[in-house]
Antibody
Framework: QVQVVESGGGVVQPGRSLRLSCVASGFTFSNYGMHWVRQAPGKGLEWVAVIWFDGSNEDYADSVKGRFTISRDNSKNTMYLQMNSLRAEDTAVYYC?????????WGQGTLVTVSS | EIVLTQSPGTLSLSPGERATLSCRASQSVSSRFLAWYQQKPGQAPRLLIYGASTRATGIPDRFSGSGSGTDFTLTISRLEPEDFAVYYCQQYGRSPRTFGQGTKVEIK
């Protein structure tokens, strides 16, 4: 069955960096774009970024543009989110999801806490 | 950026009742690129509807979506106990792919 699993979350100080990973299984990873979506504690969903199936294009929310970079390694069935210059407002559960325009399969998320 | 406004913020209903959730866009959503998700506490969101009205795999037919342009609706015909959750709409026709703020369906 289709499965995506996030990892790499944790506690990080403001201004520091963190890299999240998303490992996919149960489908041909290289045929699909992939999303990152986040949810701050007690808040709604916020779309973060998407990467095309072949990594040829990326798109970001304005709130993370210039600080976050989405990438993928199709040989490893893995997508990444490099998060630099982290801020307190980046504290959230980060979900990865398969792209069909919409997001049709979601992981359980990984929690990122930005705090001194 | 397309802003999605969901109403009401909270819907208090009893099992067996009909739920009608609204999602209004600040600009027309192209080609009905509108999805609905359900999220229960401590869980990841689950896709319910895409293309404004197409149910995702495994979604019961008590869930239905309708609308076009700027006005969209999610209807749950008869609420089951497992349907009490938060529901989000999302447009994916234009970047950035924005979500609404959510509607909580709670037990009355």
């Amino acid at each position: 069955q289709v499965q995506v699993v996030e990892s790499g979350g944790g506690v990080v100080q403001p201004g520091r960096s963190l890299r999240l990973s998303c490992v996919a299984s149960g489908f041909t990873f290289s045929n699909y774009g992939m999303h990152w979506v986040r949810q701050a504690p007690g808040k709604g969903l916020e779309w973060v970024a998407v990467i095309w199936f072949d990594g040829s294009n990326e798109d970001y929310a304005d709130s993370v543009k210039g600080r976050f970079t989405i990438s993928r390694d199709n040989s490893k069935n893995t997508m990444y989110l490099q998060m630099n210059s982290l801020r307190a407002e980046d504290t959230a559960v980060y979900y990865c999801a398969r792209d069909q325009g919409y997001a049709d399969n979601w992981g359980q998320g990984t929690l990122v806490t930005v705090s001194s | 950026e397309i802003v999605l406004t969901q109403s009401p913020g909270t819907l208090s209903l009893s099992p067996g009742e009909r739920a009608t959730l609204s999602c209004r866009a600040s600009q027309s959503v192209s080609s009905r690129f509108l999805a609905w998700y359900q999220q229960k506490p401590g869980q990841a969101p689950r896709l319910l509807i895409y293309g404004a009205s197409t149910r995702a795999t495994g979604i019961p037919d008590r869930f239905s979506g309708s609308g076009s342009g700027t006005d969209f609706t999610l209807t749950i015909s008869r609420l089951e106990p497992e349907d009490f959750a938060v529901y989000y709409c999302q447009q994916y026709g234009r970047s950035p792919r924005t979500f609404g703020q959510g509607t909580k369906v709670e037990i009355k």
